[in-house]
């Protein structure tokens, strides 16, 4: 069975610090990672994916992902945080072969300015 | 591009009542997913369409869930009866299969159970 963990509910930044928002995983095989925002009220909003390739995967918004297949990371990350970054994140995966996509239970992400 | 279309936002019922919801999905989009999302919580998939076909609704409790996509398009959820736990973010999303898995939601259908 495939899961993912987001080990940290809460995560507070000062604004123009860099940010990072963890995610392990657990699959057979090789995964499709992702990484979904959701701001109050509405959907999730698709950020960024790893499928195959550089390790390190850019999306929008300005947030990268790395993908490390030793550690079965794929934390996310931005360089400089805004404020409008606060919300909370979603990591998921799924199996190469298999459309079922597990998401993990989120990370509040609060940036203060 | 229109995106994934779901009505109603909200919906307060009480116990025993019914409910449906309805999502249509971005056009061409042929595989379709409900997802129920608690307080708190990741989605959790209740179930998955390729085309009209349903094809993943293990997580689907069908005592009282049921679900269909009579022409591969849109998509009707429905509860009956609905019980207080019912009480979630009912999440529709869509995607194409070549897009390897990548789904775009709906903004959701906040049900309250009284």
């Known amino acids: 069975a495939q899961s993912v963990a987001q080990p940290e509910d809460q995560v507070n930044v000062a604004e123009g610090n860099p940010l990072t928002v963890k995610c392990t995983y657990s699959v057979s095989g090789n995964p499709y990672l992702f990484w979904y925002v959701q701001y109050p009220n509405r959907g999730l909003q698709f950020l960024l994916k790893y499928i195959t390739g550089d390790n390190l995967v850019k999306g929008s918004y300005g947030f990268e992902a790395e993908f490390n297949k030793s550690q079965t990371s794929f934390h996310l990350k931005k360089p400089s945080a805004l404020v409008s970054d606060s919300a909370l994140y979603f990591c998921?995966?799924?199996?190469?072969?298999?459309?079922?996509?597990?998401f993990g239970t989120g990370t509040r992400l609060t940036i203060i300015p | 591009e229109a995106g994934v279309v779901q009505s109603p936002r909200y919906k307060i019922i009480e116990k025993k009542q019914p409910v449906a919801f309805w999502c249509n999905p971005i056009s061409g989009h042929n595989t379709l997913y409900w997802y129920r999302q608690n307080l708190g919580q990741g989605p959790e998939l209740l179930i998955r369409y390729e085309n009209e076909e349903a094809v993943d609704d293990s997580q689907l409790p069908k005592d009282r869930f049921s679900a269909e996509r009579l022409k591969g398009v849109d998509s009707t959820l429905k509860i009956q009866p609905a019980e207080l736990g019912d009480s979630a973010v009912y999440l529709c999303?869509?995607?194409?299969?070549?897009?390897?898995?990548?789904?775009?939601f709906g903004e959701g259908s906040r049900l309250t159970v009284l």
């Open positions: 998921a995966v799924r199996p190469l072969g298999n459309e079922k996509l597990t």
């Open positions: 999303a869509s995607s194409l299969q070549r897009l390897a898995g990548e789904l775009f």
